[in-house]
């Protein structure tokens, strides 16, 4: 297996938990699995392959991230300004509902796998005052993985 982008990361907790990140070459909504008995997240996600809509309306709502990313970073906008108040661009909200109903349309498509994430090489800001980019390593579950 290969290293493949993770394009975004929706939510991060010692490292990306939810998000989009291409598994064989095609975008997918990535969970990683928590366990509850060791109080910690597990290598384990569920993947949710997306369709070429659902993909289109992620790309949209990051950018609308970035943008707004970008301005707290530079200090014209606080944090409590966060898109999904509806302030700073109202599409944000519908563009999250529309996502949200891909992915539990797609749902049924979900596979498990295992992921080794790592951080991406890459040269100066992404955008202003994004520094780090992500990528993992997809492999097939462990047999002691299927009943979680």
Same mark, same amino acid.
């Given at each position: 297996?290969? /290293?493949? &982008?993770?394009?975004?990361?929706?939510?991060? #907790?010692?490292?990306?938990?939810? !998000?989009?990140?291409?598994?064989?070459?095609?975008?997918? +909504?990535?969970?990683?699995?928590?366990? &509850?008995? $060791?109080?910690?997240?597990?290598?384990?996600?569920?993947?949710?392959?997306?369709?070429?809509?659902? #993909?289109?309306?992620? $790309?949209?709502?990051?950018?609308?991230?970035?943008?707004?990313?970008?301005?707290?970073?530079? !200090?014209?906008?606080?944090?409590?300004?966060?898109?999904?108040?509806?302030?700073?661009?109202?599409? +944000?909200?519908?563009?999250?509902?529309?996502?949200?109903? !891909?992915?539990?349309?797609?749902?049924? $498509?979900?596979?498990?796998?295992?992921?080794?994430?790592?951080?991406?090489?890459?040269?100066?800001?992404?955008?202003?005052? $994004?520094?780090?980019? /992500?990528?993992?390593? #997809?492999?097939?579950?462990?047999?002691?993985?299927?009943?979680?």
């Amino acid at each position: 297996m290969a /290293y493949e &982008p993770i394009h975004m990361t929706w939510d991060y #907790w010692d490292g990306p938990r939810t !998000g989009i990140a291409d598994c064989e070459g095609r975008p997918h +909504y990535f969970a990683c699995q928590f366990d &509850p008995q $060791q109080e910690e997240y597990r290598d384990l996600f569920a993947l949710t392959p997306l369709d070429a809509e659902t #993909w289109d309306w992620a $790309q949209e709502h990051w950018a609308i991230w970035q943008r707004w990313e970008a301005e707290v970073n530079a !200090g014209r906008l606080t944090p409590q300004s966060h898109p999904r108040h509806g302030q700073f661009d109202p599409r +944000y909200n519908e563009l999250e509902a529309l996502i949200d109903a !891909g992915i539990d349309r797609l749902r049924a $498509q979900a596979t498990r796998r295992r992921g080794a994430v790592r951080r991406r090489a890459v040269e100066g800001e992404l955008f202003p005052g $994004q520094w780090n980019r /992500y990528e993992i390593e #997809w492999s097939a579950p462990l047999d002691e993985d299927a009943g979680d």
